[in-house]
């Protein structure tokens, strides 16, 4: 079956970039000529002190876009851009570990870095919009290689933006997380770049020795829920408890403020919110489409051999969610995908059997070519695949990457059946991922799942709050600009923004980190807080960022 493809809107596409582009220069010419910049405040920095600025943090901080980080990602980070406003009122200079190109990624002694279970680049380059959907850089340039090495061409610090792709909570307090002698089980590469001639000087350590009048602190605790996210719960990447997210934060804002540095600690959103687990639907198998809506017929004959089965384990007391389990494709609407769900009872062994003490089972595998004597091997096939199995609801997300995954042969699965004595062509059937098979753990997040991550995130923001107010913090509310942007969108100058993938203008390529627009809008939001708590008047003397000073997207020809 031909994978799920993003709608093609490329003739959209450039429609808007043009009128998007004469939007911007209106906007740049009205600034220019129709603002009379003497009937605004002098700027001040109230009681703040911003000559020595320091950011910690993870991805947004380092100005992670579009699944990679890059030269002009990196100067549309929201710190360097708070920092230009800093500039005009005391703030000295701000240096940041820039990559050596606009391709992103990183390689590792001239090579990049494979992950040895997918065989995929481990950094891989940027994605650009390809037409149809976001796709690798290489797809459209395939000369397109990182020149960063990790391993061979560092730059030298001390670095003022100390934001760290992936880091989570505790690794910004953990020594040696930039060693690149601890790579790659305890070190990241991204810290690798900033530790200089201090390989084991923690990422706090780095801050605290360049007695920082004014920090950031932001997506502390990010990367503690989004890795169980991202990887659809399937505990590969565990939600930090949060005593040990506690004693971090502690950690982190104990030293930055030890010399009386003031500063800005951002919450943290909703995640689920974010694009990356919203773009794809529980719904995508069109009937419409020629390599699905041909097979229903067969699909409902399987499938409702197991509702069957369901139903008569029901009717004898085995189990109480039979309709819940049950599967049906219908001809004349979206149909759900399959999943695995692993909160539903484990009922295999049940199924086999039922199967096996039904006398119509043999003529029932007739129908798919399959003689008699596989019965046996047949029923323990299906009570594997589908013990734990139902059809998706609109209460459950997926993760971005399943768009490539759904509908397609999972070859290793055919393989397998193939060695169990079907046909390779009865084997592809049985072996459509989200179709005839459950899609894995990894790829759903299930509203237990979205649960926990939500009990996680509202823990952390709570102990965000305690902390700023204890230490007289200017604080952030991330979580409600993101609810705001995720609903109704939010207004930035003359643009309404909002998560959707692509066009929504707030969220990058990659359906999590920002685009240089929503970092722009970041970067205002954090000097509003500021101004709050400090008395400057970043906000009212005109100094925030503007949006038509930045973009949604980045062109493939960027190098």
């Given at each position: ?12 596409t ?12 209106d906007i740049r010419?009205?600034n ?10 002098e700027?001040?920095a ?7 600025y ?5 991805s947004?901080?380092?100005?992670f876009?579009?699944?990679a ?35 992103g ?10 992950d ?16 149809a ?24 610090g001390?670095f003022?933006?100390?934001g760290i792709p ?7 307090v953990a020594p040696g997380y ?6 790659p ?11 200089g ?42 939600i930090?408890p949060?005593?040990?997210f ?6 982190l804002v104990?030293?930055?403020t030890?010399?009386?540095a003031?500063g ?14 919203t773009t794809?639907?529980y ?8 390599d699905?809506g041909?097979?229903?017929p ?9 509702n069957?089965?369901?139903a ?15 599967i049906?494709f ?7 995908i399959?999943i ?13 059997q ?20 596989a019965?046996?091997q047949?029923?323990?096939l299906?009570?594997?695949m ?5 059809q ?15 509908g397609?042969v999972?070859?290793d699965f055919?393989?397998?059946l193939?060695s ?14 989200g ?12 509203p237990?799942?979205?649960e926990?991550i939500a ?8 102990s ?12 952030v ?11 109704a969108g939010?207004?930035?100058?003359d643009?309404?923004?909002n998560t ?7 969220v990058?390529l990659?359906g ?12 205002n ?9 400090y008395?400057?008047n970043?906000?009212a ?8 000073d930045?973009?949604?997207n980045?062109s493939?020809?960027?190098?």
């Amino acid at each position: 079956m031909k994978k799920l493809k993003y709608i093609a809107l490329s003739l959209l596409t450039l429609g808007m970039v043009a009128c998007e582009n004469e939007l911007v220069q209106d906007i740049r010419d009205r600034n220019n000529t129709g603002v009379d910049d003497s009937s605004l405040p002098e700027l001040t920095a109230g009681t703040a002190d911003f000559s020595n600025y320091v950011a910690v943090g993870a991805s947004f901080t380092a100005g992670f876009t579009d699944n990679a980080l890059f030269i002009a990602s990196q100067e549309n980070s929201f710190p360097n851009i708070m920092a230009n406003m800093f500039a005009k009122v005391g703030g000295g200079t701000f240096t940041q570990p820039l990559m050596n190109d606009n391709f992103g990624g990183l390689i590792l002694g001239g090579n990049p870095v494979i992950d040895p279970s997918t065989g995929n680049r481990l950094f891989s380059e940027r994605l650009v919009f390809g037409g149809a959907g976001p796709v690798p850089l290489q797809a459209l340039n395939p000369s397109a290689m990182s020149t960063t090495d990790f391993a061979l061409n560092n730059p030298t610090g001390p670095f003022n933006n100390l934001g760290i792709p992936g880091a989570k909570s505790f690794h910004l307090v953990a020594p040696g997380y930039g060693n690149l002698s601890n790579f790659p089980a305890a070190a990241n590469p991204y810290a690798i770049r900033v530790t200089g001639n201090a390989p084991n000087a923690s990422i706090l350590e780095l801050a605290m020795a360049q007695n920082p009048t004014f920090f950031s602190l932001s997506e502390i605790g990010g990367n503690d829920v989004l890795g169980y996210a991202t990887t659809g719960g399937d505990g590969s990447n565990p939600i930090t408890p949060t005593a040990t997210f506690d004693a971090s934060l502690n950690a982190l804002v104990g030293g930055l403020t030890a010399n009386g540095a003031k500063g800005v600690i951002g919450n943290l959103p909703n995640i689920t919110s974010l694009s990356h687990f919203t773009t794809v639907p529980y719904n995508p198998l069109d009937p419409s489409n020629p390599d699905f809506g041909p097979l229903i017929p067969t699909l409902n004959s399987l499938f409702g051999a197991l509702n069957g089965v369901y139903a008569f384990l029901e009717s004898q007391g085995a189990i109480n969610d039979a309709a819940a389990r049950s599967i049906v494709f219908t001809d004349t609407a979206a149909n759900a995908i399959v999943i695995h769900d692993e909160n539903l009872a484990n009922i295999s062994t049940l199924i086999t059997q039922t199967l096996l003490a039904n006398p119509q089972f043999p003529a029932f595998l007739a129908q798919f070519g399959l003689p008699a004597a596989a019965a046996p091997q047949v029923a323990g096939l299906l009570g594997i695949m589908y013990g734990q199995s139902r059809q998706a609801t609109e209460n459950d997300l997926f993760v971005l990457p399943s768009s490539s995954v759904i509908g397609t042969v999972n070859s290793d699965f055919a393989a397998f059946l193939e060695s169990q004595g079907l046909s390779a062509a009865l084997a592809a059937q049985f072996a459509t991922e989200g179709v005839t098979l459950p899609l894995e753990d990894k790829w759903a997040l299930l509203p237990q799942e979205q649960e926990e991550i939500a009990i996680a995130t509202e823990a952390y923001n709570a102990s965000i709050l305690a902390v700023a107010n204890a230490n007289g913090l200017a604080l952030v509310d991330l979580n409600s600009i993101l609810e705001q942007a995720s609903s109704a969108g939010i207004m930035f100058d003359d643009y309404n923004m909002n998560t959707d993938l692509v066009f929504g203008g707030l969220v990058s390529l990659d359906g999590v980190h920002l685009t240089a627009r929503g970092y722009a809008l970041m970067a205002n939001s954090f000097l509003q807080a500021i101004d709050a708590t400090y008395g400057s008047n970043f906000e009212a003397s005109g100094n925030l960022a503007k949006a038509g000073d930045y973009q949604t997207n980045y062109s493939a020809s960027l190098q």
